[in-house]
């Protein structure tokens, strides 16, 4: 026989010669949650294996991480002291710009990225500030600009919109360079869907709408053509990185958006489909490592550079055989 694909599949060697995808932990961000207070580290039951943590826990944590190769975090706040306009996000003491420059203090290699969004910081839960029962876009980016700003001058090294709002990357980027932090990159949350697959993490940071859905602002999951227009103009205001949440109901979406740019893209493996994983692990009907595995290179397969996984630290453990 002329073709006989199985010759490049009887031996481990020749097998990983023509391997055509691997995930290494320098595409994996790891996303941490922090709270106030201290001495804390609360489980949170619908994401087996991830933690609130207090800033000194945070520290300790991050301590075990970059033992472990993991080089980056994406960085949730949460707070008791939500009011309407989310005030804690852009406030100097804040949860998230206390935590960066802790951290920045102790691991001023540790790479931040920070979550900017008002959905954690609100009463109403919304992501954005509410006028007349709705979301008012513009006025939302004038406080999202003090809030990328004060993340940034606390210590973020990239700062990531996930609100889904017209004009947030040109508006982030406008108060950035005004600032001289020219050098500080954008990663948008460009193609955000409406989804089910948020909901554990809706519970981890006590996030959900009071009133309403977000299928205001994020995208309908039956469309894909959208997807392609919402990137096109993240990076027409400037994004350096795109994004597509939620990942695994969405290899068509990453696969179509890598043909068409040429910058890095990311997508975010949520805690929906984290969650899913450990759960059938839990009950002993798959194999938790090897589905994990499985599932982080499909989205390698379908084109995403950067991974965004709550798995990240059980994959470096896994490396170590720890
Ligand atoms: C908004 C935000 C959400 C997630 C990341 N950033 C929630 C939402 O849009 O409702 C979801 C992440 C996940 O499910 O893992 N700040």
Redesign the pocket.
């Known amino acids: 026989m002329i073709k006989r694909p199985l010759r490049l599949r009887n031996s481990n060697v020749i097998r990983s010669m023509v391997t055509e995808n691997s995930i290494t932990l320098n595409d994996l961000i790891y996303p941490l949650f922090v709270i106030e207070g201290q001495n804390k580290k609360n489980p949170i039951n619908s994401m087996p294996n991830m933690y609130q943590f207090s800033i000194d826990k945070l520290l300790f944590e991050i301590d075990e991480l970059i033992n472990l190769g993991i080089n980056s975090t994406l960085l949730f706040g949460i707070t008791e002291s939500k009011d309407k306009i989310g005030s804690n996000s852009f406030d100097k003491n804040g949860i998230i710009q206390k935590a960066s420059r802790e951290i920045k203090k102790r691991f001023p290699d540790f790479y931040i990225i920070t ?1 900017l ?1 008002f ?2 910081y609100t009463d109403h839960g919304h ?1 954005g500030i509410i006028k007349n029962n709705e979301i008012d876009n513009d006025l939302t980016l004038q406080y999202l600009k003090k809030q990328a700003l004060s993340h940034v001058q606390s210590g973020s090294d990239l700062v990531a919109p ?1 609100g889904m709002l017209d004009g947030m990357v040109r508006a982030i980027r406008e108060v950035l360079d005004e600032n001289q932090y020219y050098n500080t990159p954008i990663m948008s949350y460009s193609v ?1 869907y409406a989804s089910s ?2 909901g ?3 519970d981890a940071v006590d ?1 959900s709408p009071k009133f309403g859905d ?1 299928k205001n602002y ?1 995208m309908d999951p039956a469309n894909s053509y959208e997807a392609l227009k919402e990137v096109s103009i993240d990076i027409d205001e400037g994004a350096d990185i795109v994004m597509v949440k939620p990942g695994m109901s969405y290899l068509d979406i990453i696969y179509k958006i890598k043909k068409k740019i040429n910058i890095p893209l990311a997508s ?1 493996n ?3 489909e984290y969650s899913m994983v450990k759960a059938a692990a839990e009950k002993g009907w798959i194999n938790e490592n090897l589905v994990r595995n499985e599932l982080l290179l499909s989205f390698k397969r379908a084109g995403s550079d950067i991974i965004i996984s709550y798995f990240t630290k059980d994959y470096a453990k896994d490396l170590k055989n720890i």
């Open positions: 979550d969004c959905c954690e992501c996930s955000k697959f948020y554990p993490f809706r996030s977000r994020q975010y949520v805690s929906g």
